[in-house]
């Protein structure tokens, strides 16, 4: 059981660090009002519960989302990113905090951590496959109480006031950036975006 444990945290380290920079972010302008920290920690719950289960369905020899769509869930950040550049272009200079701010709620937390879990479900279908039921239920639940100890850290970080004070200057770009990076790290490193070149060519 302990070896289980152990392997269930190094697992999900290896595939969900990248989630502690998403969720810093988030934190860091739900101090400016939103998404409200609520929403954060029930969307990464849902997202992250929804790879699981996607990754249980497929060791047991189900395919729901063919791979070489999979990359396309890219096109969720990288859409929120590019409307909140754009929001935060149109608003240039107001200062109500209200326009400050990402409008990211629950369903788009949720969306951004599917959309980010790739490399989950590519790692946990295998090991779900060839581990015991009662192996995989213990892994699943580690996987759940790391979800909310993420959580706690992006909020420890993103809530800082020395990180706060430090990004505040550059919070309406990092926003934006985090999440247009993501998509397209998404898409390309899919192969997406190839595929789709050679269709056009």
Not at 55 to 77: K, N, Q, R, Y
Not at 166 to 172: C, I, K, P, Y
Request: proline share 3%; charged share 15%; with cysteine.
């Amino acid at each position: 059981m302990l070896a289980t444990i152990g392997s269930a945290i190094g697992l999900f380290a290896a595939t969900n660090i990248d989630d502690i920079v998403v969720l810093t972010v988030l934190f860091l302008a739900s101090s400016r009002g939103k998404p409200r920290p609520w929403q954060i920690v029930a969307g990464q719950y849902l997202g992250f519960i929804t790879l699981v289960m996607i990754s249980v369905i497929a060791a047991l020899g189900l395919t729901i989302v063919p791979d070489e769509w999979v990359g396309f869930l890219g096109l969720i950040p990288l859409g929120i990113g590019i409307w909140t550049l754009v929001r935060g272009l149109r608003r240039n200079g107001d200062d109500d905090d209200d326009d400050k701010i990402t409008a990211v709620g629950l369903w788009g937390v949720a969306g951004i951590t599917i959309a980010n879990g790739a490399d989950n479900i590519a790692l946990y279908t295998p090991i779900f496959r060839t581990s015991t039921p009662a192996d995989v239920a213990i892994m699943i639940v580690v996987f759940l109480v790391l979800v909310a100890v993420w959580c706690v850290a992006g909020r420890l970080i993103g809530t800082h006031k020395v990180v706060t004070e430090t990004l505040e200057r550059v919070e309406h770009w990092l926003v934006p950036v985090v999440f247009i990076g993501l998509g397209l790290f998404i898409l390309i490193e899919s192969g997406v975006v190839s595929r789709l070149v050679e269709v056009i060519a």
